[in-house]
């Protein structure tokens, strides 16, 4: 047990923590409707690895560069003929294909790349721990620094003009603080999950909340049940430690969901 727990607890203290970002975050997501900005840039992650093994740079200067390229392309890209969501799922799938592309042919990467796509948190040690938190707290210090901006524009965009806020300048920083999180999350769930760690707690938790601080609270006890769980349960029946994260965040969703639909007929 001991053995067992040497290697269990740092990748649960390290998806814990990484849950303490993933919530707030997540409920601003909803609120500024941005799932599917965030899925495209969790697949660009990918495409940031392979680039960043291909040019020998640090990994997360790789995303970073990804992230910036996928702004830029959205803005050049920009049209009122084409629905915004469509253009998000194809810049989210090409991204994906470029970054399999990337990793296989142009690297050494390939026995890594199911690790890139579904993660693998038990393969954290105790030494990944300090700067996995230093990272989360500058992330969370950013967000509370966004987060009265954030909410008014989220909750009324048009107030928030009058009040001085900058929506294009609020914008590019709450697209920095997802690329932030998805930079630091990729090894926790992989490219492919991450928008679900970033929505699911969320999603679930505005089914059961009447207000945003209650929605956020909500969020963060969620979230920490869905990596407490996942983490020992993907050890118990031996599957990614990202699957097993996100597959319990799921069943949590849909038995909320129903549970909520059930007491809305009985009332």
Request: charged share 10%; hydrophobic share 65%.
């Amino acid at each position: 047990m001991t053995a067992w727990l040497a290697i269990i607890a740092p990748a649960w203290i390290a998806g814990s923590i990484l849950g303490l970002l993933s919530a707030p975050l997540g409920c601003l997501v909803l609120w500024r409707r941005m799932a599917f900005f965030a899925d495209a840039l969790a697949h660009g992650t990918l495409l940031g690895v392979g680039l960043a093994v291909w040019w020998q740079l640090p990994m997360g200067m790789g995303i970073v560069i990804v992230s910036i390229m996928v702004v830029a392309g959205l803005v050049l890209i920009d049209d009122e003929r084409l629905p915004v969501d469509a253009v998000l799922a194809v810049v989210a799938v090409s991204l994906l294909c470029l970054g399999l592309l990337t990793l296989t042919q142009l690297t050494d990467q390939q026995a890594n790349v199911l690790g890139f796509l579904f993660g693998n948190l038990l393969e954290l040690d105790w030494a990944d721990l300090p700067a996995l938190m230093v990272s989360v707290l500058i992330g969370l210090a950013f967000l509370g620094y966004i987060w009265p901006a954030q909410l008014k524009l989220a909750t009324h965009e048009a107030l928030a003009r009058i009040q001085g806020i900058n929506p294009t300048r609020q914008r590019l920083f709450f697209m920095g603080v997802l690329a932030g999180f998805c930079a630091i999350a990729l090894q926790a769930v992989g490219s492919l999950l991450i928008s679900g760690l970033l929505v699911l707690p969320a999603l679930t938790a505005r089914l059961w909340s009447t207000a945003p601080k209650q929605m956020v609270v909500m969020s963060l006890i969620i979230a920490q049940v869905g990596v407490t769980l996942g983490v020992w349960g993907s050890v118990w029946i031996d599957i990614q430690t990202g699957l097993a994260i996100v597959l319990v965040l799921a069943i949590l969703f849909f038995a909320a969901l129903i549970a909520s639909k059930f007491l809305q007929k009985q009332a």
